[in-house]
């Protein structure tokens, strides 16, 4: 057990050296993250006003969009050097090294959503700090469980063909329910008298997902990496 | 977890990807102390053969033996005990040298990390560079630091995919001597080339694979060129 | 199996000729008339799109961690026949509210999920075509994650649609309606029995053939 979580740590050690040294990855999902918002916002406000809910929905597409950007990139970058099958080769636990980069997508995630958040509050005049505890257990939660199935698609996309367009396509219906309860959540927590019941189910849910697909994940992801 | 070997036997493998036949029916033995060559034109098979012996890939049909264990009870144990030097080099360009060899020593579970990457530097001969980043190197330097990368951890068996490719002279003889001091070590040294000067008097046994087939087998020290060629051609006209 | 696959198939041809005087003479439902009968159609053919979901993820989860080749010819069926009773679902649920509520679709909670889970198997289906070699495998993936994904659609859906959920509708069906509803689940759930066979025996010699195609190069 105690070697599982050393080779994961090492794993996710190293994919944020590598990402220090360029910060290609973060600079990109960064920036990109923030076009989205600014697309949304011109798409869905109307003589200055945001339409009821947009906030929490525009925060919730905006992680989901580049979340994929930054899952696709960060595989990306392992089969330009095949350094994958370096991993798959070593004689640890293969789903230590599933967890090794899960972590370093939520990594790469909670940066961008601490960028996003003050951004969306500040655009749609949107009362996160309302409720920080709250909010923080659902963007925790909802990116959790969309990560978790990401990286394992990600992965197992690595050597497919199409892979650009196969990763949006296999994950948004898988994640749905994660957007659903993410937006419905938020939602709850910016209304005027912050409806916390209402965003503990949604997080209660959210909380299920990453359990059940966390566990399919590690179960699959060695017959899905090995041939 | 100890698992040791002083054998690598195909046998009956074959391979296929969808229609594609890759490898038919491959019988090899390799022992300790040998260094055996793959050679054959391009898309014979050998990429794929080693992919096998890795255990990176499973064989259609047919089996792997490493001494008494399979292919099929691959686990952790025998992949400690496997290198592989792919024509890919498997290192990290935004990494130095150091960090690279340091990374794969930590997830391959070595003691005393330091000094194991130390000395890996010293035979490379990179410990001037150990701290430039690799994606700074030229083909020759990262070949000898991803060849010290699959020797980290002591394999048995050593696996190499086109080393010679893009290395100048004396690299390749380098290499060479490099190779030789691991067959003198009787480690199992599995080669797959197309350069056949350097590989002249390299090696102990010949595997010719031409399409998928193994055409011939050869223990014997006459010239490599005109044995290659002769294979080749008789099995053409055939 | 393959005996019996002919009568079966006579059987489950009467059954689908009877079905419309079954149909027809059926009580008409109080506030929606004639319109509402296409639920005679609608409700098994999502019975069944959910049953062969289950097939699909059963059988891909074999073909994953057992790798049985022949699980995954089972799935492959599976999933094309949930995409297929999925469009007959998505094609009478709007036609049926639109003469019944005058929109084509109102994000009824049990539609939406309908529709997810076809996306779910359209996205597998899709990976199986285009995403190259080893793809079987991917797409198995996607079928157990899908699977896997029903409990969770349900509740977000139902709750996002409303957060007081209504009870459901179905078991509560007049008298004179059982007898007609069962008879078209009894008959859909049969025609997808044979269909499902049918398909799978397809893959199998697609699979044979490739087999004596490699046994010629030996």
Known sequence: ?227 | MSFDFDELVFADVSRNFGRRRALTRVNLTCHAGQIVGLLGPNGAGKSTLLAIASTLLAPSSGEVRYGAATGRDAGPGLRSRLGLLGHDLYLYPELTARENLQFFARLYGLNDVDATVARALDRAGLAERADDVVSGFSRGMRQRLALERALLHGPRLLLLDEPFTGLDDTSGQALVARLRGLRDQRRIVLVATHDLDLAEGLLDRVAVLRDGRLLAVDDSSASLRERYRETITSAAAR | ?218
């Not at chain 1, 070593?90 to 899960?102: C, E, F, N, T, W």
């Not at chain 1, 957007?179 to 997080?203: C, H, N, S, Y």
């Open chain 3, 1 to 218: 199996m393959k005996r019996t696959f002919a009568p079966l198939m006579l059987v489950a041809m009467v059954l689908f000729a009877a079905a419309p005087l079954m149909v027809a003479n059926a009580p008409y439902e109080a506030s929606m008339g004639l319109v509402q009968k296409i639920f005679y159609y609608h409700v098994p053919s999502a019975m069944v799109m959910f049953l062969s979901a289950f097939v699909c993820g059963i059988a891909s989860a074999v073909f994953l961690f057992k790798r049985s080749a022949a699980a995954d010819r089972w799935a492959v069926a599976a999933g094309e026949l949930t995409v297929a009773f999925g469009l007959i679902v998505l094609v009478t649920g709007p036609l049926w509210a639109r003469k019944a509520w005058g929109v084509w679709w109102q994000w009824d909670a049990r539609l939406t999920m309908s529709l997810l889970l076809w996306m779910i198997f359209v996205a597998y289906l899709i990976v199986r075509r285009y995403g190259g070699a080893g793809s079987e495998k991917l797409a198995a993936a996607m079928a157990l994650f899908g699977m896997a994904n029903v409990p969770f659609v349900y509740v977000s859906v139902n709750y996002w649609r409303t957060i007081h959920p209504k009870t459901s509708v179905v078991s509560t069906l007049a008298p004179g309606m059982r007898g007609p509803f069962w008879f078209c689940a009894l008959s859909f759930v049969l025609l997808y029995g044979l269909l499902l066979v049918a398909r799978r025996r397809l893959e199998e010699q697609r699979y044979q053939v490739e087999q004596l195609h490699l046994a010629l190069d030996d």
């Open chain 1, 1 to 227: 057990m105690r070697q599982f979580f050393r080779v994961a740590w090492i794993v996710m050690r190293k994919d944020l050296t590598v990402e220090v040294r360029s910060r290609e990855i973060l600079y990109t999902t960064v920036f990109f993250a923030v076009s989205c918002v600014l697309v949304f916002a011109f798409a869905l406000v109307r003589e200055g006003r945001p339409m009821d809910d947009a906030a929490a929905g525009i925060l919730w597409i905006a992680i989901a969009f580049a979340g994929t950007l930054g899952l696709g990139r960060t595989f990306e970058r392992e089969r330009h050097t095949e350094t994958l099958r370096a991993l798959m080769l070593a004689p640890s636990d293969r789903p230590a090294i599933y967890v090794g980069k899960l972590l370093g997508v939520l990594a790469l995630l909670a940066i961008v959503e601490a960028v996003l958040v003050p951004l969306v509050a500040l655009l749609f005049d949107a009362p996160f700090a309302r409720s920080p505890l709250w909010l923080v257990a659902l963007l925790a939660a909802g990116t959790t469980g969309f990560a978790s199935v990401g990286t394992l698609f990600a992965a197992m996309l690595v050597r497919a063909r199409s892979r650009d367009v196969l990763l949006p396509v296999l994950l948004y219906p898988i994640t749905i329910p994660v957007i659903i309860a993410g937006v419905r959540g938020t939602a709850a927590l910016l209304q005027t008298t912050p409806d916390e019941p209402m965003a503990r189910f949604w997080a209660a849910l959210l909380v299920f997902f990453d359990v059940v697909f966390v566990t399919l994940s590690l179960w699959t992801f060695e017959p899905l990496m090995t041939e």
